[in-house]
């Protein structure tokens, strides 16, 4: 289904970054079908075309006759700007994949002509890995066609989710934003290592194994994660005991904070932009 597609990202920044490597290592499109925009920082766009192959061009320069998928790659608060950009330029049969925080698809859809296919996504960076966890909430306007077009280019950076639009702030708030809780985890767990006179990188070798080891058994053991807790926890042993500090501390409540936090936020953002509306 991706033959022949031209996939271009307005926006080159960090998670426009991330996709596009985890893309082109995939293989299913060729570097040539991917072009590359953002508002005006040209040096960053010689950076990507260096790195990946990638064809780059200003957003003036965009031909949106040829493009079949239009990633919106900027910051929220950049939205409106970009819709009056495309509005008037962007065909029908060009799908948009947007992956910005709280940005309704109907905002979108609001901006833009009538019948736009348009997608919300929300990948995390490790699409640069290709072990993103995405979700997709297709706009009112989306055929399936399209959905399994868009599930088989977001298959490319990791394991894809379709989901209600409803449940994307949570969903932000657990994968968009997740990697920055275990990547504070870890500068945490770094510390201490240091601190118990480990050198940095073996430390941080050490902290890494044990999530990526934590998380496989999470995904393909049938243990619930209480489970698989209580048997790293022997009786007054030394994980009761570091447990035992991480409840001290708040370590739980901390944990389902930071991602309610991100979920308000997420939130908050669609609410602004609805105010900017009316
Ligand atoms: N970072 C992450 O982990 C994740 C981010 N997201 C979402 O991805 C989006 C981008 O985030 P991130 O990559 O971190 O941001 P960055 O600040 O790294 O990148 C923003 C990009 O948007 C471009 N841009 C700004 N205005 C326009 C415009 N009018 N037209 C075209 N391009 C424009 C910038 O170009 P220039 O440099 O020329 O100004 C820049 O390339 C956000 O909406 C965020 O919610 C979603 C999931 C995870
Ligand atoms: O921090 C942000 O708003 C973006 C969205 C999810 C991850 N980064």
């Given amino acids: 289904m991706l033959n022949n597609k031209s996939i271009a990202f307005l926006g080159a920044g960090n998670m426009a970054e991330a996709m596009i490597s985890g893309i082109v290592t995939a293989k299913k499109v060729s570097p040539k079908q991917v072009i590359v925009s953002n508002n005006s920082n040209k040096t960053r766009l010689h950076e990507i075309k260096a790195k990946y192959n990638v064809r780059t061009l200003s957003k003036e320069e965009l031909d949106f006759h040829e493009i079949d998928v239009l990633v919106l790659a900027m910051k929220p608060k950049d939205i409106d700007l970009v819709i009056d950009f495309i509005q008037n330029k962007v065909q029908p049969h060009t799908v ?24 919300r996504v929300m990948p995390n960076t490790s699409s640069m890995m290709r072990e993103s966890a995405t979700a997709i909430a297709p706009g009112k306007h989306v055929e399936m066609g399209e959905i399994l077009t868009a599930k088989e280019l977001l298959e490319c950076v990791g394991e894809v989710y379709v989901i209600e639009e409803e449940q994307m702030d949570i969903f932000t708030g657990i994968a968009g934003s997740g990697p920055a809780y275990f990547y504070y985890l870890m500068e945490h767990i770094e510390k201490a290592g240091i601190e118990g006179g480990l050198a940095p990188e073996l430390a941080r070798k050490i902290g890494s194994q044990t999530i990526l080891g ?29 447990l035992d500090a991480l409840d001290k501390y708040g370590g739980g409540k901390a944990i389902t904070q930071a991602v309610k936090g991100a979920e308000k936020r997420s939130k908050e953002i669609s609410e602004q932009m609805q105010k900017v509306l009316v």
């Avoid at 934590?214 to 570091?242: D, Q, Y």
């Fill in 96 to 119: 948009i994949l947007s992956v910005l925080a709280g940005i309704s698809t109907s905002h979108m859809e609001e901006g833009l002509p009538n019948g736009q296919q348009v997608i």
């Fill in 214 to 242: 934590a998380a496989k058994m999470m995904l393909e053991r049938t243990e619930t994660p209480t489970e698989l807790r209580e048997n790293v926890t022997s009786p007054n042993g030394t994980t009761a005991a570091g």
